[in-house]
C-alpha cells in the first residue's frame, strides 16, 4: 500500500512540472564574459536538480569513505555485543534448565571477553546461581565479588547484585548478611518488593517476630504477598509476640488484630495460655470461645477443657450448645468428658467419653476413661483402656515362638576362669614321661613283654557297690559335653596310680 502511495505521489509531481513549465516559457540568460549562455526556464531548473543531485551522491561518497574505520570499530562492536548476548542467553538458559557445569563454563569464558559492564554483572550472577546449585560457595562467592565491583555506583546494577547476593546468603541460612545487605534498600525505597520479601525471609530466619509481623502487614497492603501466606506469617508471629510480651503488652498486641485474626488457633491458644498462667481463666475461656465458634478446632477444643473446676459448668454448657449443631465430632466429645471429669461428673463423663471412642479410637480418650475407671475403683477396665491406649499409641514386634534362644555369652562373667588364657604349670611330684591322663595307665605297646609282671596295683575297694558304679557310667555318658571355660586336657577321669584289672 505504501508503495502505490508514493508512486501516485510521485506522477502527480511529475504531471505539475510538465504543466507548471510548460506555460512559462521563459529564458535564462547566463553572461559570464567571453561566453553569454541563454536557456529555456525549464532546461535550466532541470540542469539546477542535476547538479544538486550529483552534488549530494558525490559528498556521500566521500563522507562514506572517509568513515571506514570507524565503521568496522562499530562493526566489530556489534559483532561482539551479539557473541556476548549469545553466551549470556546460553548460560541463563542452562542455569534454568539445570546444567549447571556447562553454565559455569560458559558464563566464565563470557567474564573473561566481554567489557560491557552491564552484561558482566548479569555474567557475574548468573555464574554465581550455577556455583550456588553446585555447592562451590567459593567460586560462588568470587563471582558475586566481580559483579559488585563492576556495578559500581550504578543504581540498578548495585541492586541487583545485592538482592541476588542476598537470596543466596538465605539459600545458605546465613540471614545476618543477607540483613545487610536488604535492609538499605527497603530503607530508600519501598518497590524494592522483592528486596521486602526477602527481608521478610531474613527475619524469619532470625526469629525476629516483630519485623515479620510488620513486614507482613507492609507486603499484605501492597498486594505483594499471597493470602494464605499471609494469614499463616500473621498467626505464627503474632502468637509468638503475645508469649514473650506478657499481659503488660498483650493490649498493644491484641488491638492491632482485626476480629477473624483473633480466631486464628495459634493466636488464641498464646492468649488464652497468657490468661491462664495470670489466673483470668474466664477471659481465656471467653478468647477460647470466640475462636470455636468459628472452627472447633482440636487444640482449642483440648485447652477449652482443661480448666478449674469452678469454671466447668459455664464451659459445659457452651459445649454442649457446639454439640447440637456438631453431634459426631470426637474431639468436642472428647472435651465434655474431660470437663465431666473435671466437675466429678463421672456417669455424664463416661457416656461422653465412650461416644467419643466409638467414632475414633484415641490415646487420649483411652487415658481419660483408664483414669475414670482407676478412680472409681474399677481397676480391670481401667487396666483394659491403658493397654488400648498403648496399642494405639504402637505396637510391639512380634517374635517367633518356636525360635531356639542363642548360648549365653559366658567370656564376661567373672565368676568363670579362662583356663585357656592360664600359663600351663607341671604337674608336681610326677616326671615329664609319666602319662598325663589316667586313662592311658593301663595301656601296652605291641612290642610289650607280657611275661613280665605288672606293676603293683593300688588295692581295690571291694566295698564300692554296683550302683555307684552304674551311676559313674550315667555321668560319662551325660557330661560328655565340654564345659565352659574348663581345659579339659588339663584334668583327669580316673586316679594318677590307674585302674586295678580284674
Not at 574505520?69 to 551479539?82: I, T, V
Not at 515479620?212 to 503474632?238: N, P
Not at 459455664?314 to 450448645?321: C, F, P, Q, Y
Not at 481419660?368 to 481401667?382: F, I, Q, T, V
Amino acid at each position: 500500500m505504501r508503495t502505490w502511495f508514493w508512486t501516485l505521489l510521485v506522477l502527480i509531481v511529475a504531471v505539475a512540472l510538465g504543466v507548471v513549465l510548460r506555460e512559462h516559457g521563459g529564458n535564462v540568460l547566463i553572461i559570464a564574459q567571453p561566453w553569454r549562455i541563454e536557456l529555456s526556464l525549464a532546461l535550466a531548473v532541470l540542469l539546477v536538480l542535476a547538479a544538486f543531485i550529483v552534488l549530494y551522491v558525490v559528498l556521500r561518497v566521500i563522507a562514506w569513505v572517509t568513515s571506514g574505520p570507524e565503521r568496522f570499530r562499530s562493526w566489530r562492536g556489534l559483532r561482539a555485543k551479539k557473541r556476548d548476548h549469545e553466551l549470556l542467553e546460553n548460560g541463563w538458559i542452562n542455569v534454568l534448565e539445570g546444567r549447571y557445569p556447562q553454565a559455569e563454563q560458559e558464563l566464565a569464558k563470557l567474564l573473561d571477553r566481554t567489557r560491557t559492564p552491564s552484561t558482566k554483572v548479569l555474567a557475574g550472577l548468573a555464574k554465581a546461581r550455577a556455583a550456588h546449585h553446585l555447592g562451590e560457595f567459593a567460586r560462588r562467592d568470587e563471582a558475586l565479588e566481580v559483579a559488585r565491583e563492576t556495578a559500581g555506583n550504578e543504581p540498578r546494577l548495585k541492586e541487583a547484585a545485592a538482592t541476588a547476593a542476598a537470596e543466596m546468603y538465605l539459600d545458605q541460612n546465613r540471614p545476618q548478611e543477607a540483613l545487610e545487605l536488604l535492609q538499605p534498600l527497603h530503607n530508600a525505597s519501598s518497590r524494592h518488593l522483592n528486596a521486602t520479601r526477602l527481608l521478610l525471609r531474613a527475619y524469619r530466619q532470625l526469629h525476629d517476630y516483630g519485623h515479620v509481623y510488620e513486614l507482613t502487614r507492609f507486603l499484605q497492603r501492597r498486594g505483594a504477598i499471597d493470602k494464605s501466606e499471609a494469614v499463616q506469617l500473621i498467626e505464627v508471629s503474632t502468637a509468638a509476640r503475645i508469649r514473650t510480651a506478657g499481659l503488660d503488652g498483650f493490649k498493644g498486641i491484641w488491638g492491632d488484630l482485626r476480629a477473624d485474626e483473633k480466631a486464628l488457633p495459634d493466636i488464641a491458644l498464646a492468649a488464652a495460655a497468657l490468661h491462664d498462667e495470670a489466673g483470668q481463666h474466664e477471659e481465656a475461656g471467653r478468647i477460647l470461645e470466640a475462636a470455636l465458634n468459628v472452627r472447633l478446632d482440636t487444640r482449642l477444643l483440648n485447652a477449652y477443657s482443661q480448666c478449674p473446676p469452678e469454671q466447668v459448668a459455664r464451659r459445659l454448657n457452651k459445649a454442649e450448645t457446639w454439640l447440637k449443631s456438631h453431634p459426631n465430632d470426637s474431639a468436642l466429645l472428647a472435651a465434655l468428658g474431660n470437663l465431666c471429669l473435671t466437675g466429678q461428673l463421672w456417669g455424664l463423663g463416661e457416656r461422653y467419653l465412650l461416644r467419643s471412642m466409638k467414632i475414633r479410637s484415641d490415646v487420649r480418650i483411652h487415658a481419660l476413661l483408664g483414669n475414670l475407671y482407676d478412680r472409681l475403683g474399677r481397676s480391670n477396665d481401667a487396666m483394659k483402656h491403658w493397654r488400648l491406649g498403648a496399642s494405639v499409641a504402637g505396637v510391639l514386634p512380634v517374635l517367633p515362638a518356636s525360635t531356639v534362644l542363642p548360648a549365653a555369652d559366658t567370656r564376661g562373667d567373672p565368676t568363670l576362669i579362662d583356663v585357656d588364657a592360664m600359663p600351663e604349670a607341671e604337674p608336681i611330684g610326677v616326671s615329664p614321661a609319666s602319662p598325663i591322663a589316667a586313662s592311658a595307665a593301663d595301656y601296652l605297646g605291641a612290642d610289650a613283654d607280657l611275661s613280665r609282671p605288672l606293676p603293683a596295683e593300688a588295692p581295690k575297694d571291694d566295698a564300692t557297690p554296683a550302683s555307684m558304679a552304674g551311676d559313674a557310667d550315667l555321668d560319662e555318658y551325660f557330661d560328655s559335653a565340654p564345659i565352659p571355660g574348663v581345659d579339659l586336657s588339663q584334668t583327669s577321669d580316673t586316679p594318677r596310680g590307674g585302674h586295678g584289672r580284674n
